[in-house]
């Protein structure tokens, strides 16, 4: 009988034996009784202050039916067939008549849209305004270094989206098994290490994403998809409220289906709808700074005296803070353990920050946004003739400037000590100490508002006593984050489409339908389902 058995506690050090062992113990029948094993999910708990860090582990397995008894029934779960694999295929030869559906933007929802179309055999066209892997880092390497800026290629626009330069996490509470496990198997079928699929939080990294995001591209082409980079999206055609093309770089193309994968960074896109007519919707987001401490520091609060063990690796951590009074809450996003802080810009004279780890995430230095969040009443209202949707991005853009200008004006990063930030003063050098090389010291009060700085200084040091740091000299604040999340939604109908335009399906992190790599992953692939269906 093929079964799953869950809570199954080894030590850091155990083999294969040791697992079976306990599979064993805990069914209460001989090691022999157990064939087959398969580990299908793995997460460390340390959370015992006395005891070390240990695997607690699930496990599918084959057990003889005269194992199973009254008392460890309860301990097994039947597996029946896996829902991990989603059949959408359709006849294409039956709609010759219609045009190619279109997906614009090629990170992780857009690739994973055109990836779903090409297996059913739709053959999608992928748009992106940026370049390919291969240029876009040679691309943003010239940027970090001198600040040379190209305004469709950068950090932020380009093949894998703003995600290829970030620590590749794939964690995500989506309870969307089906489609979570077929994301994750697409990325193993490209040259992702399988531990993804049974880490309880699995990352890449930068330098895996840049070989696997080309083969997921490699294996759409395959399928009968096809590709144009460096082109974007100027307009799209309405015509009785159905999209009939769209123009890319002043080319009509002819299409009824066009998935809107374009990321949170695409102002143009939405400022584009806001003037056609296309429904948007203010929404709450975040904004703050991107903190960075040494990494051993956060190792030895979360591993203590374990530490250094092998299995154990760079650790992470994930703090929050509830609202207190005259305080906003306060949450840490992205955490980047054994990383670097990166500057990121895809406008002329603004500026933001992330983080970005490699696969084996063996720097120095931990880093984490921490923000507090901004709500609609919050935003000022412009004088201008703009609708007033895009005051969210205005308010942005201005935190975004006084960042450029606080960092030098060449798009160097504000930085300063968390000592200074809390005392109001600002130091004449930064510790040398740090990931970031082109970084000044500056007043970061004078870059973000007095409501955001007034929360960050209250909570940090708070936040940060749980992991046991008192002294606040090695830890900087760069700032400023605030493309955590967009304060724009594009509307989209419980049917997948944009309210009033059939054929144009806003997905993913622009539209504001996901939060990171897998769910806008997964968000990709409901886009595709949504045309599918259409054809079905």
């Known amino acids: 009988m093929f079964v799953r058995i869950h809570q199954i506690i080894v030590p850091l050090d155990y083999q294969e034996d040791d697992l079976i062992k306990a599979v064993a113990k805990k069914l209460g029948c001989p090691a022999a009784s157990i064939l087959n094993p398969k580990v299908i999910r793995r997460s460390i708990d340390a959370r015992q202050k006395d005891r070390a860090p240990y695997f607690v582990i699930s496990i599918e397995l084959n057990v003889p039916e005269t194992v199973i008894n009254k008392r460890n029934r309860k301990l097994l779960e039947i597996v029946q067939t896996d829902p991990s694999v989603v059949e959408q295929t359709v006849q294409t030869a039956q ?3 219609r045009f190619k559906p279109i997906v614009v933007g090629a990170g992780p929802a857009g690739l994973m849209a055109a990836f779903a179309l090409a297996e059913a055999g739709l053959k999608p066209l992928l748009i992106e305004r940026g ?9 943003v390497k010239s940027f970090w270094s001198s600040g040379l800026l190209n305004e469709e290629s950068n950090s932020l626009f380009g093949e894998g989206g703003a995600g290829l330069f970030s620590d590749g996490k794939l964690t995500s509470r989506s309870k969307d098994r089906p489609r979570l496990r077929r994301f994750l ?3 193993v079928r490209c040259g992702a290490p399988d531990d993804i ?4 939080e699995p990352h890449l990294g930068s330098d895996q994403l840049a070989e696997i995001v080309p083969s997921l591209r490699k294996l759409i082409i395959k399928l009968g998809g096809d590709d144009r980079f460096n082109h974007r999206l100027d307009h799209i055609e309405v015509v009785t409220g159905a999209l009939t093309s769209i123009t890319v770089n002043g080319s009509q193309i002819q299409t009824d289906q066009c998935v809107i994968a374009t990321g949170h960074s695409a102002r143009d896109i939405c400022r584009m709808f806001a003037v056609g007519g296309i429904p948007l919707e203010a929404k709450p987001f975040a904004i703050g700074v991107r903190l960075e401490l040494p990494q051993k520091v956060i190792n030895q609060a979360q591993w203590k005296q374990w530490a250094s ?8 951590f994930r703090l929050t803070r509830k609202e207190e009074l005259g305080f906003r809450p306060c949450y840490t996003f992205c955490m980047c353990p054994g990383g670097i802080v990166i500057a990121c810009a895809s406008s002329r004279e603004m500026l933001t920050t992330n983080g970005m780890s490699l696969s084996q995430r063996d720097t120095e230095f931990g880093n984490a946004a921490f923000l507090a969040p901004v709500r609609p009443d919050d935003i000022p209202q412009s004088s201008d003739d703009d609708p007033a949707i895009l005051d969210g991005y205005k308010f942005q853009e201005t935190i975004e400037q ?3 200008q606080g960092g030098g004006s060449d798009y160097g990063l504000p930085a300063c000590r968390l000592s200074d930030f809390l005392a109001g003063t600002v130091s004449a050098q930064l510790p040398e100490k740090r990931s970031v090389r082109r970084a000044v010291p500056a007043d970061i009060r004078k870059i973000l508002p007095a409501f955001i700085c007034d929360t960050l200084a209250h909570a940090i040091p708070k936040m940060l006593k749980q992991l046991s740091v008192n002294s606040y000299e090695e830890v900087l604040l760069y700032a400023a984050e605030t493309r955590s999340s967009s304060p724009i939604r594009i509307t989209r109908s419980k049917e997948g489409y944009s309210p009033g335009v059939h054929g144009l399906i806003p997905c993913g992190e622009g539209a504001w339908y996901a939060g990171g790599i897998v769910s806008a992953g997964i968000d990709g692939l409901k886009a595709a389902e949504t045309i599918i269906k259409s054809y079905n």
């Open 95 to 97: 709609f010759s008549h």
């Open 131 to 139: 370049e390919a892997v291969p240029e876009r880092k040679k691309r």
């Open 185 to 187: 198997k697409t990325l």
């Open 197 to 200: 699929l049974i880490d309880a």
């Open 309 to 316: 063990h092998p299995r154990l690796g760079a650790a992470s």
């Open 402 to 404: 006084l960042a450029f």
